[in-house]
């Protein structure tokens, strides 16, 4: 739809949208990637699994308001890459870790997943604010044990 390449900071319902929907892109990047490394793959996607059940309907509705509001009557034939070029969303985790390594973020995500931060449903129906949930919610990587070489 013309007109709707940015975020939409006027709009506060479709803002909470597009912010949970950069929210969901991004913990699915770091899954798909902690998935691909052996240490961390089953208990990420376990605990992704687990997540994703619980926020499936939410998840569908984020995505079909979000379809809505950028492609309109064209909504129905929207894909999720449409929605994340729609809101300039990168296509890999990497950029998003700065200072963090994958390493760390993928020990720490089966802890994180399961907080308050990834509680889509709660977002929505105004149970909790993104004010109110911050990045420290989010636990510190543990470390892995150095290997007796």
Request: overall charge neutral; hydrophobic content about 40%.
């Amino acid at each position: 739809m013309p007109g709707r390449k940015r975020y939409a900071v006027d709009q506060p319902d479709i803002l909470l949208r597009q912010r949970l929907f950069g929210r969901i892109h991004g913990l699915s990047l770091l899954t798909a990637a902690c998935v691909g490394m052996p240490a961390y793959s089953a208990a990420v996607r376990d605990a992704y699994a687990a997540w994703y059940e619980k926020q499936a309907k939410t998840i569908e509705t984020i995505v079909r308001d979000m379809n809505a509001y950028y492609f309109g009557p064209r909504a129905g034939e929207a894909r999720w890459s449409d929605l994340t070029r729609a809101l300039n969303l990168p296509e890999s985790i990497e950029p998003a870790l700065s200072e963090v390594t994958l390493h760390a973020a993928c020990a720490s995500l089966p802890e994180a997943i399961p907080r308050p931060r990834y509680e889509l449903d709660k977002f929505l129906n105004g149970t909790l604010t993104l004010e109110a949930v911050t990045d420290s919610a989010v636990p510190p990587a543990p470390t892995l044990p150095k290997s007796r070489e």
